[in-house]
């Protein structure tokens, strides 16, 4: 097993990842110390493969802990769904020494915490991510929070969980559109921070798509030391923190425009950090050879290098102008300067903007999945 630390005070925890970890969480509870009762949020298809498993796990250790489905997709991710979870906590009795379990993608992970984050002005919360995204990104760092129709991740809080369990094995039941958006997070991290976890993506790509274990156990391992080292050091997005958005200032645009039916996350990730990328170049940060490297990459891994013509660049930028980064409409972009290194670009023009977005192949978004 291996064990990565977020270091932040009292409010630091311990990530777990092994394979097979899932019917054995309830051995790592007892420091815990989960006397009241508790809730395990998930969706039916993740409860169909490892609820039950996870709940005796729990139970057998004589905490008490009841099940909540909600619906399973982006969609779902708003305030309405984490007004219904939050009643039904109310209906259990939830008290301020409970603790929800979240058990699934990024979706669940979200809206677990933040309704963790408010219920009774905030109680424990548990990661348990079974989606490669959520395992190397959203599951840590202690972002919460749900979708609003004007924007993405508008109505959140910083809010850590006490642990997080990365049972690997549960990407062997991953569809495989869902694995590699998660790819492109791991990619991100390459750019931003690690040249030789970009390299060792390139060279490895052929195992990493059979799902070798020692190379997917790595690759999780990196992006959370990568993520928790970054965190400890600006918990709350003042300063280094904002490199993680990289290609998230126009994916999130992407998202929002689509009313977040058309791209997975990482999808739109993998559109934003060439756009993010080919901005850095138009800004002269950046030059031909590090875009190429940056959507060989991605285009290596299947994920989608362009925008679907249908889609209003105006509007897009519209989007960018309301994300959470800008400041009075102001555009930050993370632009990268080379494979492990990037800068935080504020006030960015809009003109240099617009020029990123045509140089994309320009497609129809039915292709996006295929």
């Not at 109680?123 to 959520?134: G, M, R, S």
Request: net charge negative; aromatic share 8%; with cysteine.
């Amino acid at each position: 097993m291996d064990f990565v630390r977020v270091e932040l005070a009292d409010r630091s925890y311990t990530i777990y990842i092994s394979s097979g970890l899932m019917g054995e969480i309830g051995d790592f509870l007892t420091p815990f110390n989960l006397t009241s009762k508790n809730m395990l949020i998930t969706n039916p298809t993740v409860y169909g493969l490892y609820g039950q498993r996870l709940l005796n796990s729990i139970h057998s250790k004589d905490i008490h802990c009841k099940c909540l489905i909600i619906p399973d997709g982006e969609t779902y991710k708003d305030y309405f769904w984490a007004y219904h979870i939050l009643s039904e906590m109310l209906k259990e009795g939830l008290d301020r020494k409970s603790c929800l379990f979240a058990l699934g993608g990024g979706v669940i992970g979200d809206i677990t915490g933040f309704c963790a984050s408010i219920y009774m002005r905030g109680i424990p919360f548990i990661q348990i991510p079974t989606t490669l995204l959520a395992q190397v990104d959203s599951s840590v760092g202690g972002k919460t929070g749900v979708n609003h129709p004007l924007g993405k991740n508008m109505i959140g809080s910083f809010y850590q969980p006490m642990a997080v369990f990365i049972d690997t094995n549960t990407l062997n039941t991953l569809p495989n559109r869902e694995f590699l958006a998660g790819m492109a997070e791991v990619i991100k991290y390459g750019v931003i921070w690690d040249d030789e976890l970009f390299q060792y993506l390139d060279t490895y790509k052929d195992e990493i798509f059979t799902l070798a274990p020692a190379r997917i156990s790595h690759i999780i391992r990196r992006c959370c030391e990568i993520k928790a080292e970054i965190v400890g050091k600006d918990e709350k997005e003042q300063n280094i923190r904002a490199i993680l958005n990289f290609g998230h200032t126009i994916a999130h645009a992407l998202e929002t425009e689509t009313n977040y039916e058309v791209f997975k996350h990482g999808e739109a990730v993998a559109i934003g950090m060439v756009a993010e990328a080919n901005i850095a170049k138009i800004l002269g940060i950046t030059d031909d050879v590090t875009v190429k490297k940056i959507t060989d990459l991605i285009f290596a891994y299947g994920l989608p290098t362009y925008i679907p013509m249908s889609l209003n660049k105006d509007s897009l930028i519209h989007h960018m102008q309301k994300d959470k980064k800008s400041l009075v409409g102001r555009i930050t972009i993370i632009t990268p300067k080379r494979i492990g290194e990037v800068k935080v670009t504020k006030d960015v023009d809009i003109q240099h903007i617009k020029p990123s977005l045509n140089l994309l192949e320009v497609r129809d978004e039915k292709d996006i999945g295929d």
